[in-house]
T-cell receptor
């Protein structure tokens, strides 16, 4: 099993640019989660999907953030426009049973200058 | 105020020694508590998950304890190895019908030295 796959692994962009992060969950997992991790705030849940449907997006910081899951094997997290305070590591995770046994991807380190 | 407090923030131990990490929480109601290990540059990996009725759970050299009455948990690492150097994160979940509301601790950074 390849595990959760995220791309890109590193992203450097300028303020105001659009950023798209990608995630491929483990095959057969019906829950997908997006997290953000910073030194100041630690891990934060942004949004999660069940069977491709967004269930709770209350953790999404602003309207500049949006997430989609067009099918069971792909999800995107988009930031438009990006700001320096969005700099963080963004993790995607998937699971079979909601929040039990979540499997995390390697993360995308985003730097907005 | 964070509902999950971990201590110490960081610690350094010699290879082969034991150590214990603490997690205190105020999350209520309570569903389960998890300990994750996060290596530098990697995503967190689940070590243990404990529900209200479980007091102890082991995963190899890792042993987690839970006291739901005092809302405290600990993670004990036995005979530490260099590969145990990582950040350990305590995560608490509220009641099952609201299980997606997770509260994360800030983590304890463990450095194991030869």
């Amino acid at each position: 099993d390849a595990g959760v796959i995220q791309s890109p692994r590193h992203e450097v962009t300028e303020m105001g640019q659009e950023v798209t992060l990608r995630c491929k969950p483990i095959s057969g997992h019906d829950y997908l989660f997006w997290y953000r991790q910073t030194m100041m705030r630690g891990l934060e849940l942004l949004i999660y999907f069940n069977n491709n449907v967004p269930i709770d997006d209350s953790g999404m910081p602003e309207d500049r953030f949006s997430a989609k899951m067009p099918n069971a094997s792909f999800s995107t997290l988009k930031i438009q426009p990006s700001e320096p305070r969005d700099s963080a590591v963004y993790f995607c995770a998937s699971s079979l049973q909601g929040f039990y046994e979540q499997y995390f991807g390697p993360g995308t380190r985003l730097t907005v200058t | 105020k964070n509902q999950v407090e971990q201590s110490p923030q960081s610690l350094i131990i010699l290879e082969g020694k034991n150590c214990t990490l603490q997690c205190n929480y105020t999350v209520s109601p309570f569903s389960n508590l998890r300990w994750y290990k996060q290596d530098t540059g990697r995503g967190p990996v689940s070590l243990t998950i404990m529900t209200f009725s479980e007091n102890t759970k082991s995963n190899g050299r890792y042993t987690a304890t839970l006291d739901a009455d005092t809302k405290q948990s600990s993670l004990h690492i036995t005979a530490s190895q260099l590969s145990d150097s990582a950040s350990y994160i305590c995560v608490v979940s509220a009641s099952p019908w609201n299980d997606y509301k997770l509260s994360f601790g800030a983590g304890t950074t463990v450095t194991v030295r030869a």
